[in-house]
């Protein structure tokens, strides 16, 4: 067992029973040809439980995911519609996540989701990526996890941050580019799969103009950091602070530095360590790469 499973397994306990295992959501003909093989990474040692979302049987297993999602996201304005989970997600895309035996789960959770014990397995997230017309670079539209909806006590620890990780680590993704709304909380966990870079800081095309658009290439060496909270020495050696910052609050940061992104002033960065350790509307230092 590697050192970073260890400390996974310390803090995410509930990975090891068997009880709670990835599931992939994908109809055949998107199935990943030698799936785990791209990134170095021995965290996921169930077998992954195969859906078909275009097998009828499989509707209930589709309308839980419809109860996490748009209960996670219902707040938000960002509640996925049917047609688009079905023409953007299950048609062209991997969609993937945790799932838990619906007959060890608390009643509770199962309530939540409107799920009945009929049914073997329960999914508890949801990650969706699709690929680009860009070779190797794949696009995230949707994280959620079952833990947003629950008491901090009991929560599946990291619940969200894997489901990402397992489905780039299953899709062998490389580059994984991604939207999400300055103040979230899932930016504490896109900054962990590789260097992220900002590559859009302001979004009126979106629902939310302020909306953060990144792209990382996709690497594993970070990831046993969002257990363990170190700072990432790698990034700090290659990237250096600006006096640029993105504040939450204040919508001019986003565009001034869309603007600097347009003039094409960067690329800038984002660093997962100051992002752990700031509240989610506390300002962002923004980071560049180090002149050679
Ligand atoms: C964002 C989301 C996917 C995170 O998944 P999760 O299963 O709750 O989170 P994990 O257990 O994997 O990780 C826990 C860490 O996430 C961060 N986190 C999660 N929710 C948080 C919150 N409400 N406030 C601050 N940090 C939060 C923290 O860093 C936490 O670690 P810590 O307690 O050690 O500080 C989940 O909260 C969710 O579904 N939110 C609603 C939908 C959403 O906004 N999705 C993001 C779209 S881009």
């Avoid at 109809?27 to 275009?54: A, S, V």
């Avoid at 023409?87 to 009643?107: E, I, W």
């Avoid at 008491?151 to 620890?157: D, H, L, S």
């Amino acid at each position: 067992m590697s050192s970073s499973l260890n400390t996974l397994l310390k803090r995410a306990t509930w990975l090891e029973s068997g009880d709670i295992r990835p599931y992939v959501f994908v109809r055949p003909e998107n199935m990943i040809t030698n799936p785990g093989t791209r990134h170095n990474c021995d965290w996921f040692k169930h077998e992954p439980i195969f859906k078909n979302p275009l097998d009828l049987k499989e509707l209930p297993f589709a309308e839980a995911i419809y109860q996490i999602e748009w209960k996670a996201f219902g707040t938000q304005d960002l509640a996925i519609p049917r047609w688009v989970f079905y023409d953007c997600a299950a048609m062209p895309g991997f969609v993937a996540g945790f799932a838990g035996r619906t007959s060890k789960l608390p009643q509770k959770v199962k309530t939540l989701l409107n799920f009945s014990d009929e049914n073997e397995w329960c999914p508890l997230s949801l990650f969706i990526i699709i690929p680009t017309m860009h070779k190797g670079e794949w696009v995230a539209y949707d994280l959620c996890s079952v833990n947003s909806l629950l008491p901090k006590q009991e929560q599946y620890y990291g619940l969200g941050f894997l489901s990402k990780a397992f489905a780039l680590w299953y899709a062998n993704v490389n580059q994984c580019s991604g939207m999400t709304q300055w103040s979230s909380p899932s930016l504490k966990l896109h900054s962990n799969y590789g260097h992220l870079e900002m590559i859009g800081s302001y979004a009126p095309v979106h629902t939310h103009a302020k909306t953060m658009t990144y792209r990382c290439e996709v690497n594993t060496d970070n990831w046993e950091k969002f257990f363990t909270h170190e700072p990432d020495l790698a990034f700090l050696e290659k990237y250096g602070k600006t006096e640029h910052i993105i504040d939450p609050n204040d919508e001019q940061s986003m565009i001034t530095m869309q603007n600097r992104i347009q003039n094409n002033e960067g690329p800038f960065y984002l660093n997962a360590g100051d992002i752990a350790q700031k509240g989610l509307r506390d300002p962002l230092t923004v980071y560049k790469l180090k002149q050679a």
